[in-house]
């Protein structure tokens, strides 16, 4: 039985008051069609009907035709202002948010005024008591060395400045470049004191998350859910401690995995994998942390000690100093809605 005498797995009672902790989640992916609209209504413009894909490739088009919308800084106070506001209601007290500042910059939108906007809306929202936010600025895969390397630079030096990054990263297409080519950059980026994010393994296989551990030493891993194909590299995840953040709904929309009974999140688990659930990019998928939770429950019939304990490993393998991970932890423990 729960620990506020809930009896039902399945009681959404326990999971709406749950502190939770999300770790995979792309700033830009949160721009779901209602924001668009709005943004767009303002300047006149017509979003069109632009959010649909069929797999993977298809979703990477949508997501940039989506972020291609946001032409005006302020556009993302008001992105990480609607973030925060469903962080919140969900109960969501920590998340480390990814963010891509090259897609913007190339588009001649000047980086300091984007990041002076987002930083607006985090420290607004910290001011009400809402959700603590990380940053973990990626790269994208299919742009090469020379673009990770500029990345990783922007990430130590925002970092230096006191704007919360706490991680590089890499996203996009996992099949696009080979890992050797993003080393310089991930070594640069944890010489600055950043740790380091690889998406590996959702659509690529094994061998992705063998490079993102072995020649990336990846930290964490976006989805990586291929790693459940070989016995080694659970091992060697167990082992290491590095965990995967797993984002069911996603990967069945990207058609990563074809039906959710077939998503390995329970094979990862039952071979000691350190696993935390996100959601990816709900804005296109319309499913939040809740909804992943919710999702799982239904599923794999998760008690509600299990769906803790989830939350609790995203406390521990979330990016935070030693302290603050002490505090989240009891914060889980507790059901208190704000890390403090
Ligand atoms: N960028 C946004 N969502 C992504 C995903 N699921 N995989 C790789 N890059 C991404
Ligand atoms: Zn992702």
Not at 51 to 78: I, K, M, N, S
Not at 277 to 285: A, E, K, Q, R, T
Not at 308 to 326: N, P
Request: proline letters at 5%; glycine letters at 10%.
């Amino acid at each position: 039985m729960s620990d506020d005498g809930s009896r039902s797995p399945a009681n959404g009672g326990f999971i709406s008051g749950l502190p939770k902790v999300e770790l995979h989640l792309h700033l830009e992916g949160t721009v779901g069609p209602g924001l668009l609209a709005r943004i767009c209504s303002e300047r006149g413009l017509p979003p069109g009907d632009i959010y649909g894909f069929a797999d993977f490739g298809e979703f990477l088009d949508a997501y940039r035709r989506v972020v291609e919308l946001l032409t005006d800084p302020w556009d993302f106070y008001h992105v990480a202002e609607t973030l925060c506001s469903r962080l919140a209601e969900q109960g969501v007290v920590y998340a480390e948010c990814i963010f891509t500042p090259q897609i913007h910059m190339r588009r001649g939108l000047e980086h300091e005024e984007v990041v002076r906007a987002i930083l607006r809306a985090l420290d607004e929202a910290a001011a009400r008591g809402g959700p603590r936010v990380s940053l973990i600025y990626d790269t994208v895969r299919q742009w090469g060395a020379e673009a990770a390397v500029e990345c990783a630079r922007l990430a130590a030096s925002d970092r230096q400045a006191g704007v919360p990054v706490v991680a590089f990263g890499v996203g996009g297409d996992e099949l696009s470049l080979p890992a050797d080519e993003l080393k310089e950059a991930f070594e640069l980026a944890g010489r600055a004191g950043l740790k380091r994010y690889v998406h590996a393994g959702e659509v690529g296989g094994p061998d992705s998350v063998w490079e993102a551990l072995e020649v990336l030493g990846a930290d964490r891993i976006g989805h990586g859910i291929a790693a459940a194909r070989d016995a080694a590299l659970m091992r060697e995840l167990a082992q290491r401690q590095v965990a995967l953040d797993c984002c069911p709904t996603s990967n069945l929309r990207t058609r990563a995995v074809g039906r959710i009974e077939e998503h390995p999140l329970p094979v990862l688990l039952k071979n000691h994998v350190p696993v935390t659930l996100g959601s990816d990019d709900p804005g296109f998928f319309g499913s939040w942390l809740e909804d992943e939770i919710a999702l799982c429950v239904r599923t794999w019939h998760w008690s509600p000690e299990a769906v803790s304990l989830l939350m609790k490993a995203g406390a521990r393998h979330s990016f935070l100093e030693a302290s603050a991970k002490e505090k989240l932890l009891q914060c889980i423990s507790r059901r208190h809605r704000t890390i403090e």
